[in-house]
Nanobody, 115 residues
Framework: QVQLVESGGGLVQAGGSLRLSCATS????????MGWFRQAPGKEREFVAA???????YYADSVKGRFTISRDNAKNTVYLQMNSLKPEDTAVYYC?????????WGQGTQVTVSS
């Protein structure tokens, strides 16, 4: 069964850092572009960052320069390093293919940034 499992969220003060991880089920994702998305309370889910299988990266303007997406294909894991966090980064963060596939949304991981 294909699974995406996000982890690494938590409560952090503004200006702090967190590193999110997304463990994938291997074959399905090893050659796929992968992305991070987030959904804040009362808002629609939005794109945050994406990485191609060969390392090309893309970011939403709101996180450019603060967040870094990476992947370790040997470990079937995608990461999101988040620095200089702001209260407006508070959301549930999800990983998925990019573009996203509705079959693969997981539980997400909560990130809360206090001011």
């Amino acid at each position: 069964q294909v699974q995406l499992v996000e982890s690494g969220g938590g409560l952090v003060q503004a200006g702090g850092s967190l590193r999110l991880s997304c463990a994938t089920s291997g074959r399905t994702f090893s050659r796929s572009a992968m992305g991070w998305f987030r959904q804040a309370p009362g808002k629609e889910r939005e794109f945050v960052a994406a990485i191609n299988w060969n390392g090309g990266r893309y970011y939403a303007d709101s996180v450019k320069g603060r967040f870094t997406i990476s992947r370790d294909n040997a470990k079937n894991t995608v990461y999101l390093q988040m620095n200089s966090l702001k209260p407006e980064d508070t959301a549930v963060y999800y990983c998925n293919k990019h573009p996203s596939d509705p079959n693969y949304w997981g539980q997400g991981t909560q990130v809360t940034v206090s001011s």
